[in-house]
């Protein structure tokens, strides 16, 4: 391995060699190298980067033909900023070293004739700067190396706990990734805008990464929820339906053969007619994701349809739970299964929150937790309201809601217009739910048109 030099500049050969000569017996670990004028100097830095050399400390005298010191240290700061640079000489001026001090960083002045043991003292202190500074150097690029690898790390394990969520449920698949998208660009967006109460916000770039894991992150709650209710496609389960089938099937042949014996009531005759019409009915609004008003009490009057089962045991035609799952007005939760479904956001924190994130990373389980949350207080888990919610969290909330009705692979519902789930968020922000001023950059910038085609 090179030693690192020490470069002497003098157009005195005398006062060159006499320091050369004084270092060489002070200093270990370093060449001492010299030369007789600016040019000379410049040109032996020039071979000594070629043939990556290390140029420790430079120590040049004021008054030269050609470039004074304060110029040669000037030009050698620009090539190689780390060296330490010392002037030397008894005819210095206060601009000269003014000059020195702005353009090359000067690190002492030293006058002639000098002090041997102020020179040897000086030149020891410096080389400790320099080797201090050249660790600090090395701890850094370490550092760097270091943080790109726990990034790639941290990508690789959030990457991993994604492909996770979308293994459990099938049925939002890919939401997570178009979200993190659509969160990222929005950061970005908001970093640019020039009007509104975000005109002055700047997100840094870890910001911006805390975001994105956020949003990657936010529904990997849906781990601790049943695979049954998370992925439940319709009211009743299609196992569901065809018990009621059975069921009914097995009152139609009950009836037909009471009729055929002649045993059958007038009201028993008026059930077989409808009971087709009815079965076909119950699978209908099974299978849908709303019912009116009036079909909920079409519903209740079929469920209180009594019959004998085979063991003559008195039943009704629909179980209480059947009925609570068909008369859901809309979607195809019960209300005990949307809390459920709701506690997600509590096993998305609690998970978070044990992963040992970074600092800049530490809100990363706050934000994804909250994403239901709403301005007004009226979102879950925790109720909280505008004061309490972060700008990344405000973000979230409207990105999720948007990215839900707007997306394309969803086997249960159709996927909504642009415009209609505009709409329906435009509404929400009229009532205190969402950010009003994030909106109007969502809509304004057009972020919104991320949408589909930019996704894979």
Same mark, same amino acid.
């Given at each position: 391995?090179?030693?690192?030099?020490?470069?002497?500049?003098?157009?005195?050969?005398?006062?060159?060699?006499?320091?050369?000569?004084?270092?060489?017996?002070?200093?270990?670990?370093?060449?001492?190298?010299?030369?007789?004028?600016?040019?000379?100097?410049?040109?032996?830095?020039?071979?000594?980067?070629?043939?990556?050399?290390?140029?420790?400390?430079?120590?040049?005298?004021?008054?030269?033909?050609?470039?004074?010191?304060?110029?040669?240290?000037?030009?050698?700061?620009?090539?190689?900023?780390?060296?330490?640079?010392?002037?030397?000489?008894?005819?210095?001026?206060?601009?000269?070293?003014?000059?020195?001090?702005?353009?090359?960083?000067?690190?002492?002045?030293?006058?002639?004739?000098?002090?041997?043991?102020?020179?040897? /003292?000086?030149?020891?202190?410096? =080389? &400790?700067?320099?080797?201090? *500074?050249?660790?600090? $150097? @090395?701890? +850094?690029?370490?550092?760097?190396?270091?943080?790109?690898?726990?990034?790639?790390?941290?990508?690789?394990?959030?990457?991993?706990?994604?492909?996770?969520?979308?293994?459990?449920?099938?049925?939002?698949?890919?939401?997570?990734?178009?979200?993190?998208?659509?969160?990222?660009?929005?950061?970005?967006?908001?970093?640019?805008?020039?009007?509104?109460?975000?005109?002055?916000?700047?997100?840094?770039?870890?910001?911006?990464?805390?975001?994105?894991?956020?949003?990657?992150?936010?529904?990997?709650?849906?781990?601790?929820?049943?695979?049954?209710?998370?992925?439940?496609?319709?009211?009743?389960?299609?196992?569901?339906?065809?018990?009621?089938?059975?069921?009914?099937?097995? /009152?139609?042949?009950?009836?037909? =053969? &009471?009729?055929?014996?002649? *045993?059958?009531?007038? $009201? @028993?005759? +008026?059930?077989?007619?409808?009971?087709?019409?009815?079965?076909?009915?119950?699978?209908?609004?099974?299978?849908?994701?709303?019912?009116?008003?009036?079909?909920?009490?079409?519903?209740?009057?079929?469920?209180?349809?009594?019959?004998?089962?085979?063991?003559?045991?008195?039943?009704?035609?629909?179980?209480?739970?059947?009925?609570?799952?068909?008369?859901?007005?809309?979607?195809?939760?019960?209300?005990?299964?949307?809390?459920?479904?709701?506690?997600?956001?509590?096993?998305?924190?609690?998970?978070?929150?044990?992963?040992?994130?970074?600092?800049?990373?530490?809100?990363?389980?706050?934000?994804?937790?909250?994403?239901?949350?709403?301005?007004?207080?009226?979102?879950?888990?925790?109720?909280?309201?505008?004061?309490?919610?972060?700008?990344?969290?405000?973000?979230?909330?409207?990105?999720?809601?948007?990215?839900?009705?707007?997306?394309?692979?969803?086997?249960?519902?159709?996927?909504?217009?642009?415009?209609?789930?505009?709409?329906?968020?435009?509404?929400?922000?009229?009532?205190?739910?969402?950010?009003?001023?994030?909106?109007?950059?969502?809509?304004?910038?057009?972020?919104?048109?991320?949408?589909?085609?930019?996704?894979?």
């Amino acid at each position: 391995m090179k030693k690192p030099v020490i470069l002497c500049i003098d157009d005195e050969n005398i006062v060159l060699n006499s320091l050369k000569e004084q270092l060489k017996k002070a200093i270990n670990g370093c060449d001492i190298e010299i030369a007789e004028s600016g040019a000379e100097a410049l040109e032996f830095i020039d071979e000594l980067l070629e043939d990556n050399g290390e140029l420790s400390i430079v120590i040049s005298d004021y008054i030269m033909p050609g470039m004074k010191g304060d110029e040669v240290l000037s030009q050698i700061h620009k090539n190689i900023p780390k060296a330490i640079k010392i002037l030397l000489t008894g005819q210095a001026t206060t601009d000269g070293i003014t000059n020195s001090v702005n353009n090359a960083n000067l690190y002492r002045y030293i006058a002639k004739p000098w002090e041997e043991s102020d020179l040897f /003292l000086t030149i020891n202190e410096a =080389l &400790k700067s320099y080797n201090m *500074e050249r660790k600090l $150097e @090395e701890q +850094n690029i370490s550092l760097e190396l270091y943080n790109k690898e726990l990034i790639s790390f941290t990508d690789a394990i959030v990457e991993t706990m994604v492909a996770s969520i979308d293994t459990r449920d099938t049925t939002t698949a890919g939401h997570s990734k178009r979200l993190a998208q659509y969160a990222v660009k929005l950061a970005e967006t908001i970093n640019n805008v020039n009007y509104g109460k975000y005109k002055d916000f700047k997100f840094t770039q870890e910001q911006i990464n805390e975001l994105r894991y956020a949003a990657l992150l936010h529904d990997i709650g849906k781990i601790g929820v049943k695979e049954s209710i998370l992925q439940k496609e319709f009211r009743l389960s299609v196992e569901n339906q065809n018990e009621i089938k059975v069921r009914f099937a097995y /009152l139609k042949k009950c009836l037909e =053969l &009471k009729k055929v014996k002649e *045993e059958i009531s007038d $009201e @028993e005759i +008026n059930l077989l007619y409808n009971l087709d019409e009815n079965l076909k009915f119950v699978i209908e609004i099974s299978r849908r994701g709303y019912v009116l008003k009036e079909e909920i009490d079409k519903i209740q009057h079929i469920a209180e349809i009594q019959y004998f089962d085979e063991e003559n045991t008195k039943c009704n035609l629909l179980s209480n739970l059947e009925v609570e799952n068909l008369i859901i007005p809309r979607g195809n939760l019960t209300n005990s299964e949307r809390e459920i479904i709701n506690s997600h956001v509590v096993h998305t924190y609690n998970i978070l929150n044990k992963i040992p994130w970074t600092k800049e990373l530490e809100r990363v389980p706050y934000i994804a937790a909250s994403h239901h949350e709403r301005l007004d207080g009226t979102g879950y888990s925790n109720g909280i309201k505008e004061e309490q919610l972060t700008v990344q969290t405000r973000i979230l909330n409207i990105l999720d809601v948007f990215e839900a009705l707007t997306a394309i692979d969803r086997s249960y519902k159709p996927s909504m217009s642009i415009e209609k789930a505009l709409k329906i968020i435009e509404d929400d922000v009229f009532a205190g739910k969402f950010d009003k001023d994030l909106y109007e950059i969502f809509i304004n910038e057009k972020v919104y048109n991320l949408h589909r085609n930019t996704f894979n």
